[in-house]
């Protein structure tokens, strides 16, 4: 069993910050992605950034410049800075990771964080 969970999400003033962390534990081969999902309300759930075994990432366009996604591989954790938050930015972020359970799994699986959420209001 894989587990991911995720902290740092709370209620923030627009033009702040915040830092988000999330941590694979159990049955873990090796990690070949993390990223950080997020929904608000009445809305999709969509990618807000991404980041591979090799360092490489991907963000939304509407958080390019703003968020920055980490990870520190020998702690199988990801990190997601936010900064210049806007009320946009409000959701529940969830925690993904594209897990290889054993060495003898030929593919890997995708779990999900049960979602912190994030506020940005004055």
């Known amino acids: 069993q894989v587990q991911l969970v995720e902290s740092g999400g709370g209620l923030v003033q627009p033009g702040g910050s915040l830092r988000l962390s999330c941590t694979a534990s159990?049955?873990?081969?090796?990690?070949?992605?993390m990223a950080w999902y997020r929904q608000a309300p009445g809305k999709q759930r969509e990618l807000a950034a991404r980041?591979?075994?090799?360092?490489?990432?991907d963000y939304a366009d509407s958080v390019k410049g703003r968020f920055t996604i980490s990870r520190d591989n020998a702690k199988n954790t990801v990190y997601l800075q936010m900064n210049s938050l806007k009320p946009e930015d409000t959701a529940v972020y969830y925690c993904?990771?594209?897990?290889?359970?054993?060495?003898?799994?030929?593919?890997?699986?995708?779990?999900w964080g049960q979602g912190t959420q994030v506020t940005v209001s004055s």
């Open positions: 159990g049955s873990i081969a090796s990690i070949n992605s």
């Open positions: 993904n990771a594209n897990i290889r359970p054993s060495h003898f799994t030929p593919y890997s699986v995708a779990y």
């Open positions: 980041i591979i075994t090799r360092g490489s990432t």
